[in-house]
């Protein structure tokens, strides 16, 4: 069965950098969207970075834009979100999610495949 697994996530301090990864199986990303979301408690999930394989698009909401960046390695079969610059308000569970397209979205429920998440916590 198909499996994202996150992992990087942890506690760093406002300014800093993070790299998350996430480790596919069941699927090949290099056939499908990948995308990065987060949720805050108490707030919906909100679309931080995707990336398309037919096209090499990515796009990025104006919150992280030239902050984050999405890659992905398909010889590894693995996706990576860089963040540098981390603010407070980037604390979140971050997902990983793929979808079975050549088409870029942004909705969370586009996405047909999850990871459980990765905790990052940002201090002031």
């Known amino acids: 069965q198909v499996q994202l697994v996150e992992s990087g996530g942890g506690l760093v301090q406002a300014g800093g950098s993070l790299r998350l990864s996430c480790a596919a199986s069941?699927?090949?990303?290099?056939?499908?969207?990948m995308g990065w979301f987060r949720q805050a408690p108490g707030k919906e999930r909100e679309f931080v970075a995707a990336s398309t394989w037919a096209s090499s698009q990515t796009d990025y909401p104006d919150s992280v834009k030239g902050r984050f960046t999405i890659t992905r390695d398909n010889a590894k079969n693995m996706v990576y979100l860089q963040m540098n610059s981390l603010k407070p308000e980037d604390t979140a569970v971050y997902y990983c999610?793929?979808?079975?397209?050549?088409?870029?979205?942004?909705?969370?429920?586009?996405?047909?495949?999850w990871g459980q998440g990765t905790q990052v916590t940002v201090s002031s």
């Open positions: 999610a793929a979808d079975n397209s050549v088409i870029l979205y942004t909705s969370w429920y586009a996405y047909d495949y």
């Open positions: 069941g699927l090949t990303i290099s056939r499908n969207l």
